[in-house]
């Protein structure tokens, strides 16, 4: 296993520095900067600013000043407010985590559940009522989702407040983070079960006399759970850096919306900072998605 996290840490490196470029000139490549603006500023002070920012200079010689910087530990300063990225990102993450984990925890747990007691009472009451909701909650956009939760509940019912940074109410994102990814647990859950109920190891349990609910958790359910768990690793890592239309919405200060904006600001150094951070996340998060597997299910071989 030791020489197969090796392979794929140095394959993440390679990945990682393959988004960087792709990022960095795609993102200069657009027409526009960092400093115009709606009014016209002063020429010498465009030229001051960006040789200040290295922008005075050929792109290959910034994208080599910047991952130089950045092989250092130096992520840069936001271009537009001066200030070390390193720290606004990592405290825009924790929003996002709070937010996102919530979000993560719940659509699993609940997905799973549903698509378990959808796939044993197949073409029943229950699986239907599932499969109509989970249906409903994959078709609908996050953002009509958290459209309609904002108007319902916080200003036509005003059961919740709208978000605030002084007494934060994490509910209504948190469902909205969470209804897809839930919706699409529970159909994946349901599908990979109703395959392993078939199998010959469990038809094989069931004629030895093994109980019910050892069949359903300690054959079938672990080994539907490989499918879930495929999806489950990138989702959560996309998910924990914070939905940036439903931060929008819920005006919350997550990394999500800081990314919108920083692509709004033609902010570039915020824009490389976030997509690394993001990209190392989901690398991380594939990692340990391939090595859960080994323990889900010993069969697996990882080399």
């Known amino acids: ?18 988004i960087t470029m792709i990022t960095f000139f795609a993102m200069n490549a657009i027409p526009g900067g960092p400093f ?11 030229q001051e600013l960006e040789a200040r920012y290295n922008l005075d200079k050929p792109l290959g010689t910034q994208y080599v000043l910047y991952m130089n910087n950045l092989l250092h530990g130096d992520w840069g300063v936001s271009l537009k407010t001066g200030r070390p990225i390193w720290q606004d990102m990592t405290a825009k993450f924790s929003v996002s985590a709070k937010l996102g984990g919530r979000a993560a925890i719940i659509a699993i747990i609940i997905g799973i559940i549903l698509g378990a007691i959808a796939a044993l009472t197949r073409n029943k009451l229950p699986d239907r009522l599932i499969i ?15 459209t309609l939760l904002l108007l319902v509940f916080c200003l036509k ?12 109410n994490y509910t209504l994102p948190v469902i909205a983070l969470a209804v897809y990814p839930m919706a699409y647990i529970t159909r994946l859950t349901k599908t990979s079960m109703l395959d392993a109920l078939n199998q010959d190891y469990v038809r094989t349990a069931r ?12 054959h079938a359910l672990r080994n539907a759970l ?8 990138p989702m959560v890592a996309y998910i924990l ?15 999500g919306s800081t990314f919108v904006t920083s692509i709004t600001n033609r902010d570039y150094t915020t824009i490389m900072a976030v997509t690394i951070f993001l990209a190392i996340l989901m ?3 594939n990692l340990l998605t391939d090595i859960v597997y080994k323990f889900v299910d010993p069969r697996i071989k990882l080399d």
Do not use: H
């Open 226 to 233: 490989i499918p879930v768990i495929t999806y489950v690793g």
């Open 157 to 168: 019912l005003g059961w919740f407040q709208v978000y605030s940074a002084s007494d934060p």
């Open 1 to 18: 296993m030791a020489k197969y996290i090796a392979k794929r840490i140095l394959l993440a490196i390679v990945s990682i520095w393959i």
């Open 283 to 285: 690398v991380v998060a």
């Open 241 to 255: 850096t914070g939905s940036m239309v439903v931060e929008n919405i819920f005006t919350i200060g997550g990394l």
């Open 207 to 218: 004629a030895k006399g093994v109980s019910k609910i050892k069949v359903i958790f300690l």
């Open 132 to 146: 109509f909701f989970t249906t409903l909650g994959t078709a609908m956009p996050s953002f009509v989702l958290a």
């Open 36 to 46: 115009n603006k709606e009014k016209a500023t002063d020429p010498k002070v465009i």
